[in-house]
């Protein structure tokens, strides 16, 4: 760069783009939005040394995580990205949950059709489910099973748990 066209950072911070600058590979003039948004966040000066410190193979990747980063911390000032994070983790959690009720709900129905294999064998109706938590699960599912003939209130109660044991309370809806 340099010269007469500077970088999107030196235009913003109103500075000759040198000809090292260690924002122009980054951040090119045609989109300013990128730098002032990292800039707006983090800093200008701790963006330059947060470059400084790494590799050159590897500032490209750090300069895309500061621009998802920023804009995240933008859109959500409270939790930034962490919200994503979260919002994502307890998805994965209701969705094992979910998972560990249907191999349960198998093994039970695996149990009325064929009682004495399944007592015999357990490990082979149980698969995958070979946690501790499953194991706990698959015993109260097939109480409720039996008791009810339905798992939908156990069904909503794991889901009432999992919403109050969320990390971050109540900012996933
Ligand atoms: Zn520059």
Do not use: W
Request: glycine share 4%.
């Amino acid at each position: 760069m340099g010269g007469n066209s500077p970088c999107a950072s030196c235009k913003l911070l109103r500075r000759r783009c040198a000809k090292d600058c260690i924002f122009a590979p980054y951040f090119p003039s045609d989109d300013p939005h990128k730098f002032a948004i990292v800039h707006k966040v983090f800093g200008a000066s701790n963006v330059s040394k947060t470059l400084q410190e790494l590799p050159l193979q590897q500032r490209a990747d750090a300069v895309s995580s500061l621009v998802y980063e920023a804009n995240a911390r933008i859109r959500d000032p409270v939790y930034g990205c962490v919200g994503a994070i979260s919002y994502l983790q307890n998805q994965v959690s209701q969705l094992q949950m979910q998972l560990a009720v249907a191999q349960a709900e198998i093994v039970c129905i695996q149990m009325q059709q064929d009682p004495i294999m399944v007592a015999a064998n357990p490990q082979m109706a149980l698969g995958q489910a070979d946690d501790n938590d499953q194991a706990f699960l698959l015993q109260n599912q097939c109480f409720n099973f039996a008791n009810n003939n339905s798992s939908s209130s156990t069904y909503v109660n794991i889901h009432e748990s999992l919403k109050r044991e969320s990390i971050f309370g109540d900012i996933v809806s």
